[in-house]
């Protein structure tokens, strides 16, 4: 078992890197995706089971991920969910606080596309509920990634598009299901 | 089957294009990658494998968010259906989780 533990590790720790040398932790990035794809198939099925699963992934992230704004973005991602489940003070505690830390973990590793993304998505969510000077926080380093990385300009908002739009598209969705259509095989396998 | 992957700047390009929000490009840019035969993912260089590692999460990521945005729910599956073909090809091959990418 110990042997197993350390292969384990010896080969997850093979690729760290992205092809220009930046620190990339591929197990971690790609289980995010995961988590992503079964929030969008909760969203299209209905099924709650998926958020759970989605949750389930970004504890697996969190205890395994050493680099840290993957890390500190799994962290905040997944205190986005349980706050959107459970808007309760302590899940939005949670919140702010995972949001300082992946701002500031990849703010010291220059992701500005992550940086834009994170205060994209913490603005929208504080806006939403009232928070409007932890909203500014938001604005503030949206704008710091914007003067770090152009590209990042129009994420706020297409994000603040999505936002608009979400609730009418998933209606929409669960509208246009065609009847008898099966989206089982869509789910991933544990 | 694609015996061709992308380039590093193809790769940056497309990444470009999916953080300005052109991700129908950017997933189709990257459609080689997750058509690639893995069976020889343990032989390639690293670089390489970082290549197709990099060039799948693109398509992956672009492919759910196609998703996300479209509005009819056949649309979303399929966008969905794509995504998930590269997840299980690429994400959960055996040769990719045994050089360490666990599912």
Do not use: C
Request: charged letters at 25%; proline letters at 4%; glycine letters at 4%.
């Amino acid at each position: 078992m110990f042997i197993g533990i350390l292969m384990y590790k010896k080969l997850a720790y093979q690729l760290k890197n992205d092809t220009r040398g930046n620190p990339y932790e591929y197990h971690t990035e790609m289980a995010r995706d995961e988590a992503r794809y079964n929030l969008v198939l909760a969203a299209l099925t209905g099924n709650a089971a998926l958020l759970d699963a989605a949750i389930d992934k970004m504890n697996t992230i969190i205890e395994n991920a050493d680099e840290p704004t993957a890390r500190t973005l799994a962290v905040f991602e997944k205190a986005r969910m349980v706050h959107s489940q459970s808007p309760t003070q302590d899940t939005f505690e949670t919140l702010r606080e995972s949001y300082n830390q992946a701002t500031q973990a990849s703010e010291l590793g220059k992701k500005w596309e992550r940086v834009a993304a994170i205060a994209s998505w913490y603005t929208i969510d504080v806006a939403k509920k009232g928070h409007f000077i932890e909203a500014t926080k938001g604005i503030i380093n949206f704008v710091k990634a914007v003067n770090n990385d152009k590209s990042t300009l129009t994420i706020l908002p297409r994000q603040i598009a999505r936002e608009v739009t979400e609730a009418a598209r998933h209606k929409n969705w669960r509208r246009t299901i065609p009847s008898g259509a099966d989206y089982s095989s869509l789910q991933l396998s544990r | 089957m694609n015996k061709e992957l992308p380039t590093e700047s193809q790769i940056f390009s497309a990444e470009r294009k999916r953080t300005k929000g052109l991700v129908a490009q950017a997933a189709e840019e990257m459609r080689p990658a997750v058509e690639y035969p893995l069976d020889d993912f343990t032989v390639l260089e690293n670089q390489e494998k970082q290549r197709l590692l990099m060039a799948s999460r693109i398509y992956v990521v672009a492919k759910t968010s196609e998703a996300n945005r479209a509005w009819e729910a056949p649309t979303v599956a399929h966008h969905l259906g794509q995504a998930k073909e590269a997840l299980d090809d690429v994400y959960r091959n055996p040769y990719v989780q045994e050089a360490g990418i666990p599912a």
